[in-house]
């Protein structure tokens, strides 16, 4: 970790770095990692694309900066996305759209990108295989956030100190940064966030449906004590209306699909066998509570065949 | 600088090459990954200890297929030669790999029927890992079967007592509980 503290003073120099912090685990020790290198030479922008989990903008400014020990900037773009994203449901080319967006938001939340000459990205090992690899040998299973979608224009250098390693060496250089558990043990969320877990088009009201039976699945698990059991865990809305009967009356509702795994660095996973209890208390919340949806399913599928992600 | 313990990994487009990569350096041994492409003079300059021929998303017999360098056959080092790999070396040595076999992706169990160094320990049913579509139809005569899944396929063969072993299975992920126990002895033959 020392050399690569040193790497990343070396290459930065006397320059800028703007760091994006997404929330999730990867970012906040890349950002921490690059402070601890260069300082006050790191500015850290949040950006809100819109398609967050619920409340994650205030995680964000509250326990994460805590957390970190500096200020991280909250931007809200979330109308210029979900503008941008109007029609779209081919997923390729939502990541796409997202990715772009996200530098183009970046440099306008900057105001001038030319003072920051180095851009700090949390890219992983398994973002960059599935993208299609090193040696661009490995077949294209999704293009990431992270690495696909980069303009050709961007007016940074990117700095990626974190693309040699798997997820759980990733906690292992947070845990010796100092940051604490409840950050470290985030699940995985995807740059693209809930653009790429609303199955085709993205609607304001779909983020909304999609935020609230995520929510009530999460709350379930940390509940029940079963959150850091699983390696990732998460709703997808599928946008299949299915014939419903709720109150004597006929509904012609969404699905929502429930997904939770366990893995240890991303590559494979398995399926999370869930307590019946608990699929039976999550899937009677999101219906109760949930307005526009009338199914829940629990997807039962390892990788491979799928990936985690459904989109 | 010639590392003398170097494991050489070949490439053919696998989704887990570096994770073959990260199972040898769990043994605190070098390893180096080359593109299947790279000209036989890099790989004798790397002057391997070893070899492991990766996975990837082609069938062996597909055209524009990447293919094995028969300069690895000849360095007379173990070789490990993982699901696309171990079908390179079923073509090599006269083998035949069936693309309209039986499919495995995700959970299977692994059925020892031979004892091998390189398998010792694994228990009865014990989880592996699949992601194929080709599977070994036929072992060339010099070679001995291992293992086969629940499903019936060919899982696991060697040929000189476990100097050149093929698995369908992928050894390198986390999900294959026990078969990862085939990468101490393997690196350090």
Not at chain 1, 9 to 30: F, H, Y
Not at chain 1, 67 to 77: A, I, K, R, T, Y
Not at chain 1, 221 to 239: C, E, M, N, S, T
Request: a negative charge.
């Amino acid at each position: 970790m020392e050399s690569t503290i040193e790497e990343i003073r070396r290459t930065v120099g006397e320059e800028k770095v703007l760091c994006g912090v997404s929330g999730g685990v990867d970012s906040a020790v890349l950002a921490k990692l690059i402070h601890k290198a260069v300082g006050s030479q790191l500015r850290c922008v949040f950006v809100d694309h819109g398609l967050l989990r619920k409340n994650e903008p205030d995680y964000i400014s509250g326990r994460l900066a805590q957390s970190l020990g500096f200020e991280v900037e909250v931007h809200d773009f979330s109308e210029t996305f979900l503008s941008k994203l109007d029609g779209i449901v081919d997923p390729e080319e939502k990541r796409r759209i997202i990715g772009e967006q996200f530098i183009r938001s970046f440099e306008s939340a900057v105001q001038s990108g030319a003072d920051f000459r180095f851009l700090g990205q949390g890219t992983l090992y398994p973002d960059i295989i599935e993208s299609g690899g090193v040696r661009g040998t490995a077949d294209v299973i999704k293009s990431h956030h992270n690495v696909g979608g980069l303009p050709d224009d961007m007016e940074f250098e990117l700095l990626e100190p974190l693309r040699e390693l798997f997820k759980d060496e990733v906690r292992k250089v947070g845990k010796e940064l100092g940051l604490p558990e409840d950050v470290l043990g985030r699940h995985p969320f995807p740059g693209p966030g809930l653009g790429v877990r609303i199955i085709g088009e993205i609607t304001k009201e779909r983020v909304k449906i999609l935020q609230e039976a995520d929510h009530i699945f999460i709350d379930a698990l940390r509940k029940h004590g079963i959150y850091d059991k699983i390696w990732q865990a998460f709703a997808v809305l599928v946008p299949v209306k299915t014939v419903g009967v709720m109150g004597d009356e006929r509904t012609y509702a969404n699905l929502i699909a429930l997904r939770a795994v366990t893995s240890v660095d991303g590559m494979t996973a398995d399926w999370y066998r869930l307590p019946e209890n608990v699929l039976s208390e999550v899937s009677n919340k999101i219906v109760n509570l949930v307005t526009g949806v009338n199914r829940v399913v629990y997807d039962v599928s390892s990788k491979p065949p799928s990936t985690i992600e459904w989109e | 600088m010639l590392h003398k313990q170097t494991v050489l990994i070949i490439d053919y487009g696998s989704q887990y090459t570096q994770l073959i990569a990260r199972r040898i350096r769990e043994q605190n041994v070098y390893s180096e990954i080359l593109p299947h492409s790279a000209p036989s003079e890099e790989i004798l300059q790397r002057n391997p200890k070893a070899v492991v021929l990766s996975g990837g998303p082609d069938s062996v017999y597909a055209e524009g297929a990447p293919v094995l360098d028969p300069l690895v056959m000849e360095l007379g080092v173990p070789i490990l030669g993982i699901c696309y790999g171990f079908g390179l070396l079923m073509t090599h040595d006269g083998g035949v790999v069936m693309s309209n076999g039986q499919r495995e992706y995700g959970f299977a169990e692994l059925a020892v029927e031979n004892g091998s160094r390189l398998l010792n320990g694994i228990t009865e049913k014990s989880q592996v890992w699949m992601s194929h579509g080709d599977a070994v139809d036929m072992l060339p005569e010099n070679w001995s079967v291992l293992a086969r899944s629940g499903n019936g396929v060919l899982a696991a063969a060697e040929r000189d007592g476990g100097v050149v072993l093929g698995t369908q299975f992928h050894p390198e992920v986390v999900h294959t509980v026990e078969g990862r126990e085939l990468f101490p002895t393997f690196s350090l033959m």
